[in-house]
C-alpha cells in the first residue's frame, strides 16, 4: 500500500532498519534447521535444541518480524518499530533457553503489529484495511493462546490465519487495477467471516474446521480468480516472475486447504497435518515472499534488487521439493519426507543467496530519501 511518508524524520533510516531485519533471519536460519532437526537431519545443536520451537520461530519470529518492520516502514512512526524490535527479542530470549518469556514478547510484537494495522484502517477504510487489521488480530491471539500454555499445534490455525489474511489483504489492495465486482467483494467478505468463526468456534465443533478450511479453499479460487497476475503473467521480466510466483502460491493454498478438507482439521502427527501444514505456510507463503522480495527490499533497506533470470530457479526448487514432500506424506515414506525438507530449506537458501548475488550485482543504492515508501506483501 503507497502511503506518504517521511520515514527518516518519525522512523528509523535504512541502515538502522538492518538490525531489526537480522533478527528476523535468525530466527529464519535456526527455525530451518529446527526443522531439518524434526526430520532426522544433523544440525548444530542450538537449531537441534530448539526443535520443538520450529512453527514460532518461522510464524513470531521471521514473518512477525518482516511483516511488522514491513509496516512500521509505511507509517514511518516510531513506535511502530516496536513491533518488529519484539518479536525478534522474543527470538534471542527463546534461543537461550527462556522460550516462555519469549512467547511474551512475540505476543508483545503482534500488539504492535495490530496497532498499527488499526491506525492504517482508521486512516483508509476498506476491505483490504480491515482484512490486515484480522491477519494481525489472528496473530495477537495465536500468540497469546501459545503464551498462555497452549500447545503450538493448537494455535498453527490462528498463525494460519495470520499470513493468510495478511496476504491476501495485499493482494486485495492491489485489485484496485482489477476492481472485483460487488458480488466478488460480498464474496470475499463473507469467507472472511466462515475463516473467523471457524477459528473461534473450532476448539468447539469438529465442522468448525472442516468450515475453515473450506473457506481456506474457496479463498484461494478467489484471489486465483480476481488477482490482476492472471494478465501479467503474459509480461515479461520481474512482472511476470512475480504472476508466477502468485498463482503458484494459490495452488499450493488449495492443495493445503483440500488436504485438511479431506482430513476433516488439522491432526498433529498425522500426514495429512504434515502436508496441508507445509503445503500453506511454506508453498504459499514463500512464493508470495519468493515474488515479493525485490519490490520489499528496496521500499525496506532502499536498495536495488535487479531481476534475474536465474530467480525461477529456487522457485522451482520450491515446487519439487514440496512434491517430494508431499508424496512421502500421502505413502507413508519417512526417505522421501526426509529428502523433501532438505530440499525446502536448500530453496531458501538459493532464494537467499541469489537475491543477495542481484543486490551486489545490480544497480548502485536507492536514494537515501524519497516522497514515498511503498509497502507491498510478505
Same mark, same amino acid.
Given at each position: ?16 532498519r ?15 534447521l529446527?526443522g %531439518?532437526?524434526r ?8 537449531a ?13 519470529? =521471521?514473518?512477525?518480524v518482516?511483516?511488522?518492520?514491513e509496516?512500521?516502514?509505511a507509517?514511518?512512526? *516510531?513506535? /511502530?518499530y516496536? +513491533? ?7 527470538t $534471542?530470549?527463546?534461543?537461550?533457553g527462556?522460550a516462555?518469556? +519469549?512467547?511474551?514478547?512475540y505476543?508483545? +510484537? ?8 488499526l491506525h492504517?484502517?482508521w486512516?483508509q ?6 482484512? *490486515?487489521? &484480522?491477519g /494481525?488480530?489472528?496473530?495477537?491471539l495465536g500468540?497469546?493462546l501459545? /503464551?498462555?500454555?497452549? !500447545? ?9 490465519? =495470520? ?11 492491489l @485489485? ?8 466478488a467483494t460480498r464474496?470475499f ?6 475463516i473467523? *468463526?471457524? %477459528?473461534?468456534?473450532a476448539p468447539?465443533l469438529?465442522?468448525a474446521?472442516?468450515?475453515f478450511?473450506s473457506?481456506?479453499?474457496a479463498l ?9 497476475a492472471?494478465?501479467? $503473467?503474459?509480461?515479461? +521480466?520481474?512482472?511476470?516472475f512475480?504472476a508466477?510466483?502468485?498463482?503458484s ?10 488436504v ?11 500426514? @495429512?497435518?504434515?502436508a /496441508? %501444514?507445509?503445503a500453506?505456510?511454506?508453498g504459499f507463503?514463500?512464493a508470495?515472499?519468493f ?5 520489499? =527490499?528496496?521500499a525496506?533497506?532502499?536498495v536495488?534488487?535487479p ?9 522451482? *526448487?520450491?515446487?519439487v @521439493? ?5 508424496s512421502?506424506? !500421502? ?5 522421501l519426507k526426509?529428502?523433501?525438507?532438505? &530440499?525446502?530449506a ?8 541469489g537475491?543477495?548475488?542481484?543486490v551486489l ?7 537515501r530519501a ?9
Open positions: 500500500m503507497a502511503t506518504p511518508a517521511s520515514a527518516t524524520a518519525t522512523g528509523l533510516r535504512p541502515a538502522q538492518v538490525p531489526l531485519l537480522m533478527l528476523g533471519f535468525v530466527a529464519l536460519f535456526t527455525g530451518v529446527a %531439518l532437526a526430520l532426522a537431519w544433523p544440525v548444530p545443536d542450538l537441534a535444541q530448539a526443535a520443538a520451537l520450529h512453527g514460532p520461530l518461522m510464524v513470531c519470529g =521471521f514473518f512477525g518482516v511483516i511488522s518492520l509496516r512500521a516502514v507509517l514511518a512512526r *516510531l513506535w /511502530a516496536l +513491533g518488529p524490535l519484539a518479536a525478534g527479542s522474543g $534471542v530470549l527463546a534461543l537461550l527462556w516462555p518469556w +519469549g512467547a511474551w514478547l505476543l508483545g +510484537g503482534a500488539l504492535v503489529l495490530l496497532a498499527a494495522s492504517v484502517w486512516r477504510r476498506a476491505m483490504f484495511t480491515f482484512t *490486515l487489521v &484480522l /494481525a488480530l489472528a496473530w495477537v500468540a497469546a501459545w /503464551a498462555s500454555g497452549w !500447545a503450538v499445534h493448537q494455535v498453527v490455525p490462528w498463525w494460519m490465519a =495470520f499470513l493468510v489474511l495478511t496476504i491476501a489483504g495485499e493482494r486485495l489492495e @485489485s484496485r487495477f482489477m476492481p472485483p465486482s460487488l458480488g464474496v467478505a463473507a469467507l472472511l467471516a466462515v473467523v *468463526l471457524g %477459528l473461534v468456534l468447539l469438529a465442522l474446521q472442516v468450515a478450511a473457506a481456506l479453499l484461494a479460487a478467489w484471489l486465483f480468480k480476481q488477482d490482476i492472471r494478465r501479467t $503473467v503474459r509480461a515479461t +521480466g520481474l512482472t511476470r512475480v508466477v510466483c502468485l498463482l502460491g494459490y495452488f499450493w493454498l488449495a492443495v493445503g486447504a483440500s485438511m478438507l479431506a482430513a476433516q482439521g488439522l491432526h498433529p502427527g498425522s500426514a @495429512s497435518y504434515d /496441508a %501444514l507445509h500453506i505456510m511454506l507463503v514463500f508470495m515472499v515474488g515479493h522480495a525485490p519490490i520489499i =527490499f528496496p525496506v533497506l532502499r536495488a534488487v531481476y534475474r533470470a536465474w530467480f525461477y530457479g529456487p522457485l522451482a *526448487l520450491l515446487h @521439493s514440496l512434491l517430494v514432500r508431499l512421502g506424506d !500421502a505413502s507413508g515414506s519417512f526417505a526426509h529428502w523433501g525438507g532438505a &530440499l525446502n536448500l530453496a531458501l537458501l538459493a532464494f537467499i543467496l537475491t543477495v548475488t542481484a550485482r545490480g544497480t548502485p543504492a536507492l536514494p524519497s516522497k514515498q515508501e511503498t509497502r507491498t506483501t510478505t
